[in-house]
Protein backbone atom coordinates (compact mmCIF):
# COMPACT_ATOMS: atom_id res chain seq x y z
CA UNK A 1 0.00 0.00 0.00
CA UNK A 2 2.75 2.12 0.41
CA UNK A 3 3.51 2.93 -3.26
CA UNK A 4 -0.09 3.77 -3.70
CA UNK A 5 -0.06 6.17 -0.86
CA UNK A 6 3.07 7.91 -2.19
CA UNK A 7 1.69 8.11 -5.79
CA UNK A 8 -1.63 9.98 -3.93
CA UNK A 9 0.81 12.55 -2.43
CA UNK A 10 2.34 13.42 -5.61
CA UNK A 11 -0.51 13.56 -7.82
CA UNK A 12 -1.77 16.24 -5.41
CA UNK A 13 1.51 18.24 -5.87
CA UNK A 14 1.52 17.57 -9.78
CA UNK A 15 -2.01 18.79 -10.04
CA UNK A 16 -1.83 22.17 -8.27
CA UNK A 17 1.67 22.48 -10.10
CA UNK A 18 0.02 21.15 -13.42
CA UNK A 19 -2.97 24.01 -12.78
CA UNK A 20 -0.19 27.05 -12.90
CA UNK A 21 0.93 25.65 -15.66
CA UNK A 22 -2.28 25.29 -17.77
CA UNK A 23 -3.83 28.90 -17.03
CA UNK A 24 0.34 30.15 -18.04
CA UNK A 25 1.28 27.91 -21.01
CA UNK A 26 -2.32 26.76 -21.84
CA UNK A 27 -3.73 22.89 -21.28
CA UNK A 28 -2.36 21.27 -24.91
CA UNK A 29 1.56 22.99 -24.42
CA UNK A 30 1.51 22.72 -20.74
CA UNK A 31 0.60 18.67 -21.10
CA UNK A 32 3.21 18.36 -23.75
CA UNK A 33 6.12 19.92 -22.29
CA UNK A 34 6.05 18.07 -18.74
CA UNK A 35 5.12 14.85 -20.62
CA UNK A 36 8.49 15.68 -23.01
CA UNK A 37 10.68 16.46 -19.47
CA UNK A 38 9.17 13.16 -17.85
CA UNK A 39 9.68 10.89 -20.78
CA UNK A 40 13.97 12.08 -21.06
CA UNK A 41 14.09 11.08 -17.14
CA UNK A 42 12.01 8.38 -17.49
CA UNK A 43 13.98 6.87 -20.52
CA UNK A 44 17.23 7.79 -18.75
CA UNK A 45 16.36 5.35 -16.04
CA UNK A 46 14.67 2.37 -18.21
CA UNK A 47 17.74 2.62 -20.83
CA UNK A 48 20.46 2.86 -18.52
CA UNK A 49 19.59 0.95 -15.50
CA UNK A 50 16.40 -1.09 -16.29
CA UNK A 51 14.49 -2.80 -19.26
CA UNK A 52 13.94 0.10 -21.55
CA UNK A 53 11.32 -1.52 -24.28
CA UNK A 54 11.34 -4.82 -23.12
CA UNK A 55 8.74 -7.41 -22.87
CA UNK A 56 5.94 -9.01 -24.46
CA UNK A 57 3.77 -6.01 -22.55
CA UNK A 58 5.29 -3.18 -24.07
CA UNK A 59 2.52 -3.20 -26.57
CA UNK A 60 -0.02 -3.24 -24.18
CA UNK A 61 1.69 0.01 -22.28
CA UNK A 62 2.25 1.64 -24.72
CA UNK A 63 -1.51 1.89 -26.08
CA UNK A 64 -2.11 2.30 -22.11
CA UNK A 65 0.21 5.55 -22.41
CA UNK A 66 -1.94 6.74 -25.73
CA UNK A 67 -5.44 6.06 -23.77
CA UNK A 68 -4.82 7.32 -20.41
CA UNK A 69 -1.68 10.38 -20.68
CA UNK A 70 -2.68 10.84 -24.19
CA UNK A 71 -6.55 11.39 -24.44
CA UNK A 72 -7.08 11.13 -20.62
CA UNK A 73 -4.18 13.68 -19.87
CA UNK A 74 -5.15 16.25 -22.98
CA UNK A 75 -8.79 16.20 -21.26
CA UNK A 76 -7.39 16.77 -17.59
CA UNK A 77 -5.31 19.59 -18.59
CA UNK A 78 -8.49 21.40 -19.91
CA UNK A 79 -10.33 20.61 -17.00
CA UNK A 80 -7.81 22.02 -14.37
CA UNK A 81 -7.72 26.03 -15.61
CA UNK A 82 -11.75 25.91 -15.81
CA UNK A 83 -12.43 24.15 -12.21
CA UNK A 84 -9.54 24.00 -10.40
CA UNK A 85 -7.61 21.06 -9.15
CA UNK A 86 -9.66 20.12 -6.19
CA UNK A 87 -13.23 19.55 -8.17
CA UNK A 88 -10.74 18.40 -11.15
CA UNK A 89 -9.04 15.58 -9.11
CA UNK A 90 -12.58 14.85 -7.37
CA UNK A 91 -13.85 13.85 -10.43
CA UNK A 92 -11.05 12.11 -12.42
CA UNK A 93 -9.98 10.51 -9.44
CA UNK A 94 -13.33 8.87 -8.59
CA UNK A 95 -14.92 8.54 -11.88
CA UNK A 96 -11.89 6.31 -12.54
CA UNK A 97 -12.98 3.76 -10.43
CA UNK A 98 -16.38 2.71 -12.00
CA UNK A 99 -14.61 3.06 -15.33
CA UNK A 100 -11.78 0.41 -14.48
CA UNK A 101 -14.59 -1.47 -13.54
CA UNK A 102 -16.40 -1.52 -16.47
CA UNK A 103 -13.31 -1.67 -19.10
CA UNK A 104 -12.46 -4.65 -16.50
CA UNK A 105 -15.90 -6.32 -17.22
CA UNK A 106 -15.99 -5.49 -21.16
CA UNK A 107 -12.10 -7.05 -20.99
CA UNK A 108 -12.15 -10.14 -18.62
CA UNK A 109 -15.86 -10.50 -18.04
CA UNK A 110 -15.42 -9.67 -14.35
CA UNK A 111 -19.37 -9.24 -12.98
CA UNK A 112 -20.42 -6.46 -10.49
CA UNK A 113 -22.32 -7.45 -7.65
CA UNK A 114 -25.23 -5.42 -6.14
CA UNK A 115 -22.61 -3.79 -3.18
CA UNK A 116 -20.16 -2.81 -6.17
CA UNK A 117 -23.26 -1.44 -7.69
CA UNK A 118 -24.17 0.14 -4.91
CA UNK A 119 -20.61 1.79 -4.22
CA UNK A 120 -20.65 3.18 -7.98
CA UNK A 121 -23.73 4.43 -7.16
CA UNK A 122 -22.16 6.03 -3.88
CA UNK A 123 -19.88 7.71 -5.68
CA UNK A 124 -21.50 9.23 -8.07
CA UNK A 125 -24.21 10.64 -5.53
CA UNK A 126 -21.46 12.17 -3.86
CA UNK A 127 -19.83 13.73 -7.37
CA UNK A 128 -23.43 15.31 -7.95
CA UNK A 129 -23.52 16.66 -4.77
CA UNK A 130 -19.75 18.11 -4.75
CA UNK A 131 -20.64 19.70 -8.06
CA UNK A 132 -24.16 20.58 -8.53
CA UNK A 133 -25.79 23.92 -7.18
CA UNK A 134 -28.83 23.67 -5.10
CA UNK A 135 -31.55 26.00 -4.06
CA UNK A 136 -31.62 27.49 -7.36
CA UNK A 137 -28.45 28.74 -8.08
CA UNK A 138 -27.18 28.85 -11.50
CA UNK A 139 -25.24 26.05 -12.66
CA UNK A 140 -22.90 28.57 -15.24
CA UNK A 141 -22.35 30.38 -12.11
CA UNK A 142 -20.54 28.24 -9.72
CA UNK A 143 -19.48 25.31 -12.65
CA UNK A 144 -18.21 25.04 -16.06
CA UNK A 145 -19.40 22.76 -17.76
CA UNK A 146 -17.03 21.95 -20.51
CA UNK A 147 -14.71 21.66 -17.49
CA UNK A 148 -16.99 18.90 -16.10
CA UNK A 149 -17.30 16.96 -19.74
CA UNK A 150 -13.41 17.58 -19.74
CA UNK A 151 -12.98 15.80 -16.28
CA UNK A 152 -15.30 13.17 -16.80
CA UNK A 153 -13.52 12.20 -20.05
CA UNK A 154 -10.17 12.14 -18.33
CA UNK A 155 -11.50 9.86 -15.55
CA UNK A 156 -12.61 7.38 -18.51
CA UNK A 157 -9.01 7.50 -19.68
CA UNK A 158 -7.62 6.70 -16.28
CA UNK A 159 -9.37 4.28 -15.47
CA UNK A 160 -9.43 2.58 -18.72
CA UNK A 161 -5.59 2.90 -19.33
CA UNK A 162 -5.16 1.08 -15.65
CA UNK A 163 -7.08 -2.00 -16.88
CA UNK A 164 -4.80 -1.74 -19.81
CA UNK A 165 -1.42 -1.72 -17.36
CA UNK A 166 -2.84 -4.58 -15.28
CA UNK A 167 -3.41 -6.37 -18.88
CA UNK A 168 0.21 -5.58 -19.17
CA UNK A 169 1.38 -6.91 -16.48
CA UNK A 170 -0.03 -9.84 -17.25
CA UNK A 171 1.27 -10.37 -20.83
CA UNK A 172 4.52 -10.14 -19.13
CA UNK A 173 3.95 -12.36 -16.35
CA UNK A 174 2.86 -15.10 -18.77
CA UNK A 175 6.45 -15.29 -19.67
CA UNK A 176 7.97 -14.62 -16.41
CA UNK A 177 9.57 -10.87 -17.29
CA UNK A 178 9.32 -8.59 -14.52
CA UNK A 179 9.36 -4.57 -15.07
CA UNK A 180 9.74 -2.33 -12.63
CA UNK A 181 7.09 1.05 -12.05
CA UNK A 182 9.60 3.38 -13.07
CA UNK A 183 10.33 1.41 -16.65
CA UNK A 184 6.05 0.89 -16.81
CA UNK A 185 5.45 4.44 -16.86
CA UNK A 186 8.32 4.97 -19.44
CA UNK A 187 6.92 2.20 -21.73
CA UNK A 188 3.01 3.84 -21.28
CA UNK A 189 4.39 7.59 -21.30
CA UNK A 190 5.61 6.85 -25.16
CA UNK A 191 2.21 6.59 -26.07
CA UNK A 192 1.12 10.06 -24.28
CA UNK A 193 3.72 11.88 -25.63
CA UNK A 194 2.49 11.33 -29.36
CA UNK A 195 -0.32 11.87 -28.89
CA UNK A 196 0.32 15.02 -26.81
CA UNK A 197 2.54 16.35 -29.99
CA UNK A 198 0.18 15.42 -32.72
CA UNK A 199 -2.11 17.71 -30.55
CA UNK A 200 0.67 20.09 -30.30
CA UNK A 201 1.25 20.41 -33.97
CA UNK A 202 -2.46 20.29 -34.59
CA UNK A 203 -3.07 23.47 -32.73
CA UNK A 204 -0.20 25.65 -34.29
CA UNK A 205 -1.13 24.50 -37.47
CA UNK A 206 -4.36 25.79 -36.74
CA UNK A 207 -3.05 29.25 -35.63
CA UNK A 208 -0.87 29.07 -38.73
CA UNK A 209 -3.66 29.01 -40.59
CA UNK A 210 -5.34 31.90 -39.06
CA UNK A 211 -2.87 34.21 -41.46
CA UNK A 212 -0.55 36.24 -38.58
CA UNK A 213 1.54 38.37 -40.60
CA UNK A 214 5.48 38.45 -39.31
CA UNK A 215 5.31 41.18 -36.93
CA UNK A 216 2.40 39.36 -35.34
CA UNK A 217 4.48 36.35 -35.28
CA UNK A 218 7.49 38.28 -33.86
CA UNK A 219 5.26 39.49 -30.65
CA UNK A 220 3.47 36.20 -30.10
CA UNK A 221 6.93 34.43 -29.83
CA UNK A 222 8.18 36.61 -27.80
CA UNK A 223 4.91 36.38 -25.67
CA UNK A 224 5.66 32.70 -25.87
CA UNK A 225 8.99 32.84 -24.98
CA UNK A 226 8.16 35.12 -21.50
CA UNK A 227 5.20 32.70 -20.88
CA UNK A 228 7.69 29.82 -21.07
CA UNK A 229 10.10 31.37 -18.36
CA UNK A 230 7.18 31.83 -15.68
CA UNK A 231 5.93 28.22 -16.37
CA UNK A 232 9.19 26.39 -16.23
CA UNK A 233 8.96 26.09 -12.63
CA UNK A 234 5.48 24.33 -12.52
CA UNK A 235 6.28 22.35 -15.84
CA UNK A 236 9.18 20.82 -14.19
CA UNK A 237 7.15 20.35 -10.77
CA UNK A 238 3.95 18.69 -12.32
CA UNK A 239 6.72 16.52 -15.01
CA UNK A 240 8.26 15.10 -11.81
CA UNK A 241 5.47 14.64 -9.19
CA UNK A 242 3.01 13.18 -11.81
CA UNK A 243 4.30 11.41 -14.83
CA UNK A 244 7.57 10.82 -13.71
CA UNK A 245 7.65 9.75 -9.51
CA UNK A 246 4.12 9.89 -9.21
CA UNK A 247 3.26 7.48 -12.03
CA UNK A 248 5.89 5.13 -10.80
CA UNK A 249 4.77 4.90 -7.81
CA UNK A 250 1.50 3.94 -9.35
CA UNK A 251 2.48 1.45 -11.31
CA UNK A 252 4.68 0.11 -8.98
CA UNK A 253 1.57 -0.31 -6.60
CA UNK A 254 -0.57 -1.83 -9.84
CA UNK A 255 1.92 -4.72 -9.82
CA UNK A 256 1.56 -5.64 -6.90
CA UNK A 257 -2.15 -5.48 -6.07
CA UNK A 258 -5.39 -4.97 -8.80
CA UNK A 259 -6.23 -1.74 -9.49
CA UNK A 260 -9.59 -1.98 -7.70
CA UNK A 261 -7.55 -2.18 -5.03
CA UNK A 262 -4.73 0.46 -6.23
CA UNK A 263 -7.67 3.05 -6.94
CA UNK A 264 -9.55 3.42 -3.79
CA UNK A 265 -6.05 4.59 -2.35
CA UNK A 266 -5.06 7.31 -5.07
CA UNK A 267 -8.77 8.47 -5.28
CA UNK A 268 -8.29 9.83 -1.50
CA UNK A 269 -6.21 12.71 -3.42
CA UNK A 270 -9.00 15.08 -4.22
CA UNK A 271 -9.18 15.31 -0.07
CA UNK A 272 -5.74 15.18 0.62
CA UNK A 273 -5.55 18.16 -2.43
CA UNK A 274 -7.42 20.56 -0.41
CA UNK A 275 -5.02 22.05 2.26
CA UNK A 276 -2.67 22.94 -1.21
CA UNK A 277 -5.28 24.32 -3.37
CA UNK A 278 -6.29 26.58 -0.77
CA UNK A 279 -2.72 27.22 -0.01
CA UNK A 280 -2.18 27.84 -3.58
CA UNK A 281 -5.22 28.71 -5.76
CA UNK A 282 -7.35 30.02 -3.53
CA UNK A 283 -10.03 27.41 -3.37
CA UNK A 284 -12.03 27.41 -0.65
CA UNK A 285 -14.82 24.71 -0.58
CA UNK A 286 -18.12 24.59 0.84
CA UNK A 287 -19.56 22.57 3.26
CA UNK A 288 -21.67 20.95 0.62
CA UNK A 289 -18.88 19.86 -2.18
CA UNK A 290 -16.69 18.70 0.65
CA UNK A 291 -19.72 16.35 2.34
CA UNK A 292 -20.13 15.36 -1.53
CA UNK A 293 -16.08 14.77 -1.93
CA UNK A 294 -16.27 12.75 1.01
CA UNK A 295 -19.28 10.54 -0.07
CA UNK A 296 -17.44 9.88 -3.59
CA UNK A 297 -14.29 9.03 -2.07
CA UNK A 298 -16.32 6.48 0.31
CA UNK A 299 -17.87 4.57 -2.41
CA UNK A 300 -14.44 4.70 -4.09
CA UNK A 301 -13.27 3.09 -1.18
CA UNK A 302 -16.01 0.54 -0.77
CA UNK A 303 -15.89 -0.60 -4.45
CA UNK A 304 -12.04 -1.71 -3.93
CA UNK A 305 -13.57 -3.24 -0.96
CA UNK A 306 -16.06 -5.39 -2.75
CA UNK A 307 -13.72 -6.28 -5.23
Not at 58 to 73: A, Y
Amino acid sequence: MIPALLATFLFCLSAVSATRATRILGGISANFWRLLLATLLLGIWAHCFAQGIRGEGFEMFFWSGVVGFGLGDLALYQALPRLGSRLTLLLVHCVAAPSAAFAEWLWLGTTLTLPQIASIACILLGVVVALLPLNGESTAKHIDLVGVAYGLLAAIGQGVGAAMSRLAYDINGRQDFHIDGLTAAYQRILGGLLLALIALLVMKRLRFKQGESNHESSTEDKKARSKGRAALPWIIGTALAGPTLGVGCYQWALEAIPSGLVLPIVATTPLMVIPLSTWMEGDKPTMRSLAGGLIAVLGVILLGKFR
